[in-house]
């Protein structure tokens, strides 16, 4: 039995060194000068590590700007995708809706759509109303893809919830939106976090629709100021690497953050189905 738990932890960490190890290596490449960077054999360790490529990559690139539009489009995107979800799921769980199965079975298959197909049109629409370059554009993109499965992950959460809780506070003078914003929406607080966790990084790390939808360098987004980071003939490989260091450390931040409550919302749905 002490066997079989070493093992298991074993292979546990074995597991974590190997998730773990991409990161490493890319602060390792961000610390590094660029001549012990293209050395072969690499090194796992230096003993010239410096800040140097994050210095030179906030004085020579707009990184505050790429992280300022980053956070802009994400919250944006993420506030816009969770006050639908939750009212299109509340509607579906608690209101007799005509066709409410076939309505979700919609949005799953909308999910099935590659997001390729609809750059064209979408670009089009956008270079209609005049909304290329701007933030709205983006938002807009990013929550009507993010909807379909929040909308979905939600009703699992609300269906979990009787219907006799809403009915027992509306009995004690309780509105329905009263019922919602009070009793309804602190029980699902797990389901709540994953979508906008889930939202968030959707947009946070998005290359393509970012790509098509700004042409202006100053309303570039972290995933795309990165690329354009990649020359023609030469890579600064450690200045690369610093930028993507930059712009996975808020999502690190933020995982770390809604951690519990996202476990939460894994344990839940598993056990209530």
Do not use: C
């Not at 961000?30 to 072969?40: C, D, F, G, H, N």
């Not at 490529?53 to 690139?61: E, G, M, P």
């Not at 976090?193 to 947009?203: C, D, G, K, N, S």
Request: proline fraction near 5%; glycine fraction near 6%; avoid cysteine.
């Amino acid at each position: 039995m002490r066997a079989a738990v070493m093992l298991r932890w074993m292979l546990l960490a074995a597991a974590l060194l190997l998730a773990l190890f991409p990161f490493y290596w890319m602060v390792n490449t961000s610390l590094k000068p660029i001549t012990e960077v293209m050395r072969s054999p690499p090194g796992f360790i230096s003993p010239n590590w410096s800040f140097g490529a994050y210095a030179t990559v906030f004085a020579t690139r707009p990184v505050l700007r790429w992280f300022a539009n980053s956070l802009v489009v994400a919250l944006g995107s993420t506030a816009i995708a969770l006050v639908l979800s939750v009212l299109a799921a509340y509607g579906l769980t608690r209101f007799f809706v005509r066709g409410a199965g076939a309505i979700v079975v919609a949005l799953l298959f909308t999910k099935m759509l590659p997001e390729t197909l609809l750059i064209i049109p979408y670009f089009q629409l956008m270079s209609d109303v005049g909304l290329l370059n701007t933030y709205l554009a983006l938002i807009l993109a990013y929550s009507s893809f993010a909807l379909p499965f929040s909308v979905w992950m939600l009703i699992g959460f609300f269906r979990s919830i009787p219907r006799d809780i809403d009915e027992a506070a509306m009995i004690d003078g309780a509105t329905y939106l009263q019922a919602f914003f009070r009793v309804i929406l602190p029980l699902a607080r797990p389901g709540l976090v994953a979508v906008a966790l889930f939202t968030f990084l959707i947009a946070w790390n998005s290359y393509l629709w970012a790509l098509v939808l700004t042409t202006d360098s100053s309303m570039y987004v972290l995933s795309v100021g990165i690329a354009n980071m990649v020359g023609e003939y030469r890579v600064q490989w450690n200045e690369l690497m610093a930028a993507a260091v930059i712009a996975a450390l808020p999502v690190m931040v933020l995982y770390s953050l809604l951690e519990r409550h996202l476990v939460n919302a894994i344990t839940s749905g598993a056990v209530k189905g």
